[in-house]
């Protein structure tokens, strides 16, 4: 337990201190044997639940050696997915990277009526079912919806196709990076920006010079979890991509596919690819959280 | 605070930023929700009604929300456990577990249904013994009550975390000191104030299960009125062009997923609220 002793306390010398800790420490701390079934019982379960699943997609993967491996990863069908899913996440992550900055600059930095509504609004595709966000593009640009003849007319195709795969990610991650980056600028307040507007710089530079230096870690943290769900996106894209093989499957899309067709290895080769992504992302996520709490620090300082 | 109101004012960009924000919202967002609810306008009341009595939707329904309360209940116990353990105690490994609750977060839903699948199938490395004891879990409630607890388990973790580790010591050491036993201390002072958090957790692991589709169906076997979820009836009906049916089923979803909303929101003022008094 590391805790800082009160104020009132620092004047006693270590041993003391040390004593004193570790009597405080008793009395917020339960027996021994109470501890171990504790920590027993939470490994326990995260073993079960987390470890274990995705222990399982390597093993899968790999189950019928290397070779398999690497055949089912060199298939066609499994590059064109890889492909697809790079282009969809790379258009999304940049719309959305604009789309934040604009949107963080706009709520941090003024004040105006309305504000935490706005923000919910911005945050409502979280709580939306994935289904449903494929479902609303659907009934806007399908057959039978709103838009559907219009484009039907005008040889239009956005169903059932790249573009209409993109607006479904585009919308399950959509409040990534505003989300990131709103509570960091805020906290940040406006006076450096003041100062830089006052000394004759332009809003740009200022925005570019003295802005986008202190939030650049808040800007990567936002654009990391934004590309691992736009990569990851299943069930919205399920939805609006009509499942044309070679043509409009994902990575995720690609592995339902596999495994509906038993071809498990294949199926858990690319999955194995989507769950080094999401490692990768809990690292890299890791480490930007780090510099964001001692910028945090110094800028408190 | 004038001096507050005026320095904001001087800044630049204010229209033009706000409005690309509320353009860009619109558009990708409020457009597209706006034309869900139009459509289901256009259903009368008695067609609206008898699609959500149908037989097949009322379980599915029932599926979804009551195997995903049930899951976030769970998610409540054993987040309440994790959080303990890795905020209280120190034991080896600690931070890679603190950095394990994430995953499911993490993992894409395909990838997670088709784990969950393999892990628990009839002859997979926990479903057969299970399987030994009797218990199905693949392809039956079972198998989707596990997969609402996997994506579940870190909305509970990360919201009550950050609440019990700034949980103020001397109150405990004043109890403590006071004469009160270790369990009266966290029954009576540590629960209540994490109280809003465990509820907030409570209903972001109940509000993801319920519109949770990726990793559930996969093991669920998809079975209609047994073992099929909302959300896959709402595919279903898409691929069958039955658009009304859908749209409905897709209202209720929504509008469920707002009241959720809505719950946590006052949950947050409520925890705000508590904070001074303590």
Known sequence: ?301 | MSAIATRRSTLPGFGLTMGLTLTWLSVIVLIPLAGLFIRSFELSPDQFWSILTSRRTLNALKTSFGLAFAAACVNLVMGTIIVWALVRYRFPGRRLFDAIVDIPFALPTAVAGVALSALFAEKGFLGAPLAELGIKVAFTPIGIFIAMIFIGIPFVVRTVQPVLIDLDPEIEEAAASLGANRWHIISRVILPSLTPALLTGLALAFARAVGEYGSVIFIAGNLPNVSEIAPLLIVIRLSEFRYADATAIAVVMLIAAFLIIFAVNRLQRWAQTRVPAL
Not at chain 1, 125 to 133: A, C, E, G, K, Q
Not at chain 1, 267 to 287: P, Q, R, Y
């Open chain 1, 1 to 301: 337990m590391t805790m800082e002793l009160p104020h009132s306390l620092s004047l006693i010398r270590p041993s003391e201190k040390a004593r004193l800790s570790a009597h405080r420490d008793d009395l917020r701390s339960e027996p021994k044997a109470v501890r171990i079934v504790i920590v027993g019982v939470a490994v326990t379960f995260l073993c079960i639940f987390v470890v274990m699943p995705l222990v399982v997609v390597f093993a899968q993967a790999f189950s019928r050696g290397i070779g398999a491996y690497v055949a089912a990863l060199g298939n066609p069908e499994a590059l064109s997915a890889i492909r697809l899913t790079l282009l969809i996440a790379a258009i999304s992550v940049s719309l959305n990277l604009v789309f934040g900055l604009v949107a963080a600059w706009a709520i941090a930095k003024f004040e105006f009526p309305g504000k935490t509504f706005l923000v919910s609004l911005i945050d409502l595709p979280f709580s939306v079912s994935p289904v449903i966000s494929g479902l609303v593009f659907v009934l806007l640009f399908g057959a039978q919806g709103f838009f559907g003849p219009w484009l039907a007319s005008h040889d239009i195709r956005l169903l059932f196709a790249v573009p209409g795969m993109t607006l479904a990610t585009l919308f399950v991650t959509f409040p990534f990076v505003a989300r990131a980056l709103i509570p960091l600028m805020q906290e940040q307040g406006t006076q450096e920006e003041e100062a830089a507007i006052s000394l004759g710089a332009s809003g740009l530079q200022t925005f570019f010079r003295v802005t986008l230096p202190n939030i650049k870690w808040g800007v990567l943290y936002g654009v990391l979890l934004c590309n691992a769900r736009a990569m990851g996106e299943f069930g919205a894209v399920s939805v609006v991509s009509g499942h044309i093989r070679g043509e409009t499957n994902t990575m995720p899309l690609l592995v339902e596919i596999l495994y509906n067709e038993y071809q498990f290895v294949a199926s858990f080769a690319i999955a194995s690819l989507l769950a080094m992504l999401a490692l990768i992302t809990l690292v890299t996520k890791t480490i930007l959280e780090r510099h964001l709490d001692e910028g945090r620090q110094s800028h408190d300082n």
